[in-house]
């Protein structure tokens, strides 16, 4: 402003800061950590905010971890690839099914690496590429290149055989008393009519029982609890194909994963 001195045109807003400089100096120190103050606690709220969230799951995130190649599937490697192309969809019958490409570019992140990263076996014979893989990725592959052996197959475990019931033996007959023998032969010597001028005393006759039934056992099977089998769940069926790029460093591939669930 025209004929104000300078000093005079800032503390004209404060008439009471006039001629106080060291009063001044202290007003504006105090804005300004009022303002650091008010900043930080606006950066700490939203930080608690935010804590312990974790970030949306894309559509490579979910391809990667169906194929067994997430970061967080391996976290002792200290080294991830970033698959340059990646496609998460469903087959007809609703299981998932992905797709990735991953290019290596050679020497310290060649195919070595990345076969060692995720423990991964080396490639084997040629084989052609399935048709949906070549058509997922835009028709961006060759039409054969050599596959790693496929993952082996679980073992089933086999189930318990109930034992089989065994009857009860049959009771023993009651102690004392003694079947006779209807099959046993009369003895020819012995005289039917007894002699009654023997003096000798009459035997007593005994008391012939006819044979106790056996009772014949029922074999009722004993119901047997069949072990409920655990839910099993869709096995990861993954192919992977490896091609070398022509003209390229030492290493150089392209990554070709078909995974389905």
């Not at 590429?129 to 028709?139: F, S, V």
């Not at 019931?165 to 003694?178: E, H």
């Not at 023997?198 to 074999?219: F, G, R």
Request: proline fraction near 19%; hydrophobic fraction near 35%; glycine fraction near 8%.
């Amino acid at each position: 402003m025209d004929g104000i001195p300078p000093e005079r045109a800032v503390t004209d807003s404060w008439p009471a800061l006039h001629g106080r400089p060291v009063l001044r100096r202290t007003v504006a120190v105090g804005l300004v950590l009022c303002v650091s103050v008010a900043a930080a606690l606006v950066v700490r709220g939203v930080n608690s905010l935010t804590a312990g969230r974790v970030g949306r799951e894309t559509d490579r995130d979910r391809a990667e971890l169906l194929a067994g190649l997430h970061p967080s599937q391996h976290p002792g490697v200290g080294r991830s690839y970033v698959p340059v192309g990646a496609i998460y969809t469903h087959t007809p019958d609703g299981a998932p099914i992905a797709y990735l490409h991953y290019r290596v570019a050679g020497k310290d992140v060649g195919l070595g690496d990345f076969l060692r990263a995720y423990d991964l076996p080396a490639p084997g014979p040629t084989a052609p590429l399935p048709a949906d893989l070549t058509a997922a990725l835009g028709g961006d592959g060759p039409a054969e290149a050599p596959e790693l052996p496929p993952d082996p197959e679980p073992t089933p475990t086999p189930s318990p055989t109930p034992d089989a019931t065994t009857a009860d033996p049959a009771p023993p007959a009651p102690a004392g008393l003694q079947a006779a023998d209807p099959e046993a032969e009369p003895d020819p010597d012995a005289d039917p009519t007894p002699d009654l001028d023997d003096d000798t005393p009459e035997p007593t006759p005994s008391v012939t029982l006819p044979p106790t039934p056996t009772p014949t056992p029922s074999l009722t099977p004993t119901p047997s609890l069949t072990p409920t089998p655990p839910p099993t769940h869709p096995q990861t069926t993954r192919r992977i194909y490896v091609a070398t790029i022509p003209g390229a460093a030492p290493g150089a591939a392209d990554i070709y994963i078909r995974a389905t669930g």
